[in-house]
């Protein structure tokens, strides 16, 4: 598409920032089965690292290459891998669309420069869709938008683009035209060349592309479309916004000027369309990533801190800077543990030991390598913008600072969503107990939303993750790939508690025994706050009433109690505490007594003063237009809230709202056989609210037993 490389290196510049310049580190983010997989596999075909295409659903595709995703048809794991396009190095990662992964594209989303965003010319943006572009815009990610699947039935690019400005709040910029739709859609209208790009035959080579003159009957509209873009990019570029002013038309240069500049000031997201799954549409979008996305020398320099002294730490992004790099995934391997690094400063080389300033130890790296899904290729060094993996770091975990020793810095880590479901696993053989653990181990390394304890009161293991399909395929893993036959419970939903109004205690620790007793009183206002996550704590002790050394304990104590969750075991959030008074006695005074005294506060304001708390999911269902009413009805009855009901080409309707998720078990087997299986679902975490009294009383009960 391109014949202006706004990423060109200049004369000037060394060997290594012209290297820098023409690398493009992006992924590929969407709502599941919205064609981001196929796009990905068509993308290695364009570009000749793959010589055979890996169609999703006949579970050949590259890029899903563990056993559950072939089997499922879908992307569990994110997978990267590197191809060259137009003399340009590309590393992508091609992320999972499914919520209960969606940690998959957190962390892949934190490290990548630029992304892609595929959308279904058919369903528009979807709710996943919503999650990822939430995700992108958090790190400020540029991205380009491909609507894919223009050859089905239904399938409206407007509609689509309007879409992504209505539900993203997106600024669109569509760069192309379909020329013909449904059935019958043949090719594109480049609107920045005025050329019109045709694929022939069912099996035409994805490479091959006949370019031709806009058709007469379409000129009218391509130009309307042409000035509607213009004016859509005009203000990030001086002289075309001058010319377009005066009626003007600007140079091919100047337009593409303009769009890699609003483009990487996330000004605008350039639109390109076409169907992955027949080839058609995916070179535009290579061109566009070269084109419009950033190399790692166009992204700000990124902000770490020294764990020293808390100073502030930023390199820049040269090989011959200081080393810093982040671990953004680890996988377990049988030929060594796999973990992948985004390198942004210095130099990293095979053999060398790097400091990890978390554990304040040192890790190996025993063999650097390029990754392609899960093939590998080795390397002796990795520079400043690389993503590669690494075999023999022991013990650092995803979100953890590799640096030097001499010029130590952290990174900030990636925040991830709360578990909201669990249930219990123990291994058919009583001799496997040991091993499960161990895998259990390996994969909460790998998966920072699976979490694993051991119930101290039963001795029972209890696994946690986003839902019910996360749960299950770390269960198929434990079993299938390490060969561990286990038995699980029913999954259970992770409550959590607050208190039910505010509450002034006074907690007294005091004890008296032969030597030093223990003495530690202090007075706590508790009220809770929607703001607060878990626990804010507020030190108003005027006068010295408590001792300065004896607030943090105190602090500690109540962290503790709100944490550990009472009798019930669920923890508390939105707590507020407000140390306002306390009493301290100069001998028996101690850290420990005021700790315990803090445990004793929360414990008191808690008693008969807690209120249930359940995770509700935003759900939306699409089903043929004649089942909505049976759809609306089942989701009433599981205590949903209707929120909004649209019309879908192709005789859909699809309907949104809100549910509890402890509602939500087994749905899609109640939806198959409501809409005879033409309906599908998807769901995500919202938000805790209160669970009605009739209702907490039974979980509490059931908890209780």
């Given at each position: 598409?391109?014949?202006?490389?706004?990423?060109?290196?200049?004369?000037?510049?060394?060997?290594?920032?012209?290297?820098?310049?023409?690398?493009?580190?992006?992924?590929?983010?969407?709502?599941?089965?919205?064609?981001?997989?196929?796009?990905?596999?068509?993308?290695?075909?364009?570009?000749?690292?793959?010589?055979?295409?890996?169609?999703?659903?006949?579970?050949?595709?590259?890029?899903?290459?563990?056993?559950?995703?072939?089997?499922?048809?879908?992307?569990?794991?994110?997978?990267?891998?590197?191809?060259?396009?137009?003399?340009?190095?590309?590393?992508?990662?091609?992320?999972?669309?499914?919520?209960?992964?969606?940690?998959?594209?957190?962390?892949?989303?934190?490290?990548?420069?630029?992304?892609?965003?595929?959308?279904?010319?058919?369903?528009?943006?979807?709710?996943?869709?919503?999650?990822?572009?939430?995700?992108?815009?958090?790190?400020?990610?540029?991205?380009?938008?491909?609507?894919?699947?223009?050859?089905?039935?239904?399938?409206?690019?407007?509609?689509?683009?309007?879409?992504?400005?209505?539900?993203?709040?997106?600024?669109?910029?569509?760069?192309?035209?379909?020329?013909?739709?449904?059935?019958?859609?043949?090719?594109?209208?480049?609107?920045?060349?005025?050329?019109?790009?045709?694929?022939?035959?069912?099996?035409?080579?994805?490479?091959?592309?006949?370019?031709?003159?806009?058709?007469?009957?379409?000129?009218?509209?391509?130009?309307?479309?042409?000035?509607?873009?213009?004016?859509?990019?005009?203000?990030?570029?001086?002289?075309?916004?001058?010319?377009?002013?005066?009626?003007?038309?600007?140079?091919?240069?100047?337009?593409?000027?303009?769009?890699?500049?609003?483009?990487?000031?996330?000004?605008?997201?350039?639109?390109?369309?076409?169907s992955a799954f027949k080839d058609k549409g995916v070179q535009q979008v290579l061109d566009a990533v070269v084109d419009f996305l950033p190399s790692p020398l166009d992204v700000p320099p990124i902000e770490g801190k020294n764990?020293?002294?808390?100073?502030?730490?930023?390199?820049?992004?040269?090989?011959?800077?200081?080393?810093?790099?982040?671990?953004?995934?680890?996988?377990?391997?049988?030929?060594?543990?796999?973990?992948?690094?985004?390198?942004?400063?210095?130099?990293?080389?095979?053999?060398?030991?790097?400091?990890?300033?978390?554990?304040?130890?040192?890790?190996?790296?025993?063999?650097?390598?390029?990754?392609?899904?899960?093939?590998?290729?080795?390397?002796?060094?990795?520079?400043?913008?690389?993503?590669?993996?690494?075999?023999?770091?022991?013990?650092?975990?995803?979100?953890?600072?590799?640096?030097?020793?001499?010029?130590?810095?952290?990174?900030?880590?990636?925040?991830?969503?709360?578990?909201?479901?669990?249930?219990?696993?123990?291994?058919?053989?009583?001799?496997?107990?040991?091993?499960?653990?161990?895998?259990?181990?390996?994969?909460?390394?790998?998966?920072?939303?699976?979490?694993?304890?051991?119930?101290?009161?039963?001795?029972?293991?209890?696994?946690?993750?986003?839902?019910?399909?996360?749960?299950?395929?770390?269960?198929n893993m434990i079993m299938n790939d390490y060969k561990i036959p286990v038995t699980v419970g029913k999954p259970k939903v992770a409550y959590k508690m607050t208190l039910a109004k505010s509450k002034d205690v006074e907690a007294?620790?005091?004890?008296?025994?032969?030597?030093?007793?223990?003495?530690?009183?202090?007075?706590?206002?508790?009220?809770?706050?929607?703001?607060?996550?878990?626990?804010?704590?507020?030190?108003?002790?005027?006068?010295?009433?408590?001792?300065?050394?004896?607030?943090?304990?105190?602090?500690?104590?109540?962290?503790?109690?709100?944490?550990?969750?009472?009798?019930?075991?669920?923890?508390?959030?939105?707590?507020?505490?407000?140390?306002?008074?306390?009493?301290?006695?100069?001998?028996?005074?101690?850290?420990?007594?005021?700790?315990?005294?803090?445990?004793?506060?929360?414990?008191?304001?808690?008693?008969?003063?807690?209120?249930?708390?359940?995770?509700?999911?935003?759900?939306?269902?699409?089903?043929?237009?004649?089942?909505?009413?049976?759809?609306?009805?089942?989701?009433?009855?599981?205590?949903?809230?209707?929120?909004?009901?649209?019309?879908?080409?192709?005789?859909?309707?699809?309907?949104?709202?809100?549910?509890?998720?402890?509602?939500?078990?087994?749905?899609?087997?109640?939806?198959?056989?409501?809409?005879?299986?033409?309906?599908?679902?998807?769901?995500?975490?919202?938000?805790?609210?209160?669970?009605?009294?009739?209702?907490?009383?039974?979980?509490?009960?059931?908890?209780?037993?």
């Amino acid at each position: 598409m391109s014949q202006a490389d706004n990423s060109t290196p200049s004369k000037k510049e060394s060997k290594d920032i012209a290297e820098i310049r023409m690398l493009r580190n992006f992924g590929v983010i969407a709502h599941i089965d919205a064609g981001k997989t196929t796009f990905s596999e068509r993308i290695l075909y364009i570009t000749g690292k793959s010589h055979k295409i890996g169609e999703v659903h006949e579970g050949a595709a590259t890029m899903d290459y563990l056993e559950e995703e072939r089997k499922r048809g879908i992307t569990i794991t994110s997978a990267a891998t590197t191809c060259h396009w137009r003399g340009h190095t590309m590393s992508l990662i091609d992320t999972p669309g499914h919520v209960d992964f969606t940690a998959e594209v957190e962390r892949s989303l934190r490290v990548l420069d630029g992304a892609v965003g595929v959308f279904c010319g058919v369903a528009g943006v979807q709710p996943q869709s919503e999650t990822v572009w939430r995700q992108a815009n958090r790190y400020k990610v540029p991205r380009v938008a491909f609507v894919n699947k223009l050859d089905r039935t239904g399938a409206d690019f407007d509609k689509a683009v309007a879409s992504m400005k209505s539900r993203l709040n997106a600024n669109p910029v569509p760069l192309v035209m379909p020329i013909g739709k449904e059935k019958d859609f043949l090719g594109v209208i480049d609107l920045i060349h005025m050329k019109a790009y045709y694929w022939t035959g069912e099996d035409a080579d994805a490479r091959e592309m006949i370019t031709k003159e806009i058709p007469a009957d379409l000129m009218d509209q391509a130009k309307a479309r042409r000035e509607k873009m213009i004016e859509g990019i005009a203000e990030f570029h001086e002289p075309l916004l001058e010319k377009f002013v005066e009626g003007e038309i600007g140079t091919v240069e100047e337009i593409m000027l303009a769009v890699r500049k609003g483009t990487l000031s996330l000004g605008i997201t350039p639109v390109f369309c076409g169907s992955a799954f027949k080839d058609k549409g995916v070179q535009q979008v290579l061109d566009a990533v070269v084109d419009f996305l950033p190399s790692p020398l166009d992204v700000p320099p990124i902000e770490g801190k020294n764990p020293e002294d808390d100073s502030k730490v930023i390199w820049d992004l040269l090989p011959d800077q200081p080393f810093g790099s982040l671990v953004f995934k680890t996988i377990s391997d049988p030929n060594g543990d796999l973990t992948f690094l985004r390198i942004y400063s210095g130099t990293m080389s095979q053999g060398e030991k790097y400091y990890n300033a978390r554990t304040r130890k040192y890790e190996r790296i025993g063999r650097l390598m390029r990754m392609h899904a899960n093939q590998r290729e080795p390397i002796d060094t990795a520079r400043a913008g690389d993503i590669v993996a690494a075999v023999g770091i022991r013990e650092a975990i995803t979100g953890d600072t590799l640096s030097t020793r001499e010029n130590p810095v952290i990174y900030e880590a990636m925040n991830f969503p709360d578990t909201v479901i669990s249930m219990a696993i123990e291994p058919k053989a009583g001799a496997d107990r040991d091993k499960l653990s161990t895998v259990i181990g390996k994969l909460v390394r790998e998966d920072p939303t699976f979490k694993a304890i051991t119930d101290e009161q039963t001795g029972q293991m209890v696994i946690s993750g986003m839902g019910e399909l996360h749960l299950e395929v770390k269960c198929n893993m434990i079993m299938n790939d390490y060969k561990i036959p286990v038995t699980v419970g029913k999954p259970k939903v992770a409550y959590k508690m607050t208190l039910a109004k505010s509450k002034d205690v006074e907690a007294r620790h005091i004890k008296q025994t032969g030597g030093s007793g223990q003495f530690a009183v202090c007075r706590v206002r508790f009220s809770t706050d929607d703001e607060v996550e878990t626990l804010e704590f507020v030190d108003a002790v005027k006068g010295g009433s408590v001792p300065r050394e004896f607030i943090a304990p105190i602090e500690k104590g109540i962290l503790a109690a709100v944490t550990g969750g009472g009798r019930q075991g669920f923890p508390y959030v939105k707590v507020r505490a407000e140390l306002y008074d306390g009493q301290s006695h100069d001998v028996d005074s101690s850290a420990m007594a005021f700790e315990s005294a803090g445990i004793l506060a929360f414990r008191i304001a808690a008693e008969n003063n807690s209120q249930l708390l359940e995770p509700i999911m935003k759900i939306e269902v699409e089903c043929p237009e004649d089942r909505t009413g049976d759809v609306i009805g089942d989701l009433s009855s599981r205590r949903g809230i209707i929120e909004e009901m649209t019309s879908k080409p192709g005789g859909i309707s699809a309907v949104t709202g809100k549910v509890p998720l402890a509602e939500m078990f087994q749905y899609s087997t109640s939806l198959r056989s409501m809409t005879q299986g033409r309906g599908h679902y998807s769901m995500e975490p919202s938000n805790y609210e209160p669970v009605p009294p009739n209702i907490a009383g039974k979980v509490l009960e059931e908890y209780a037993k």
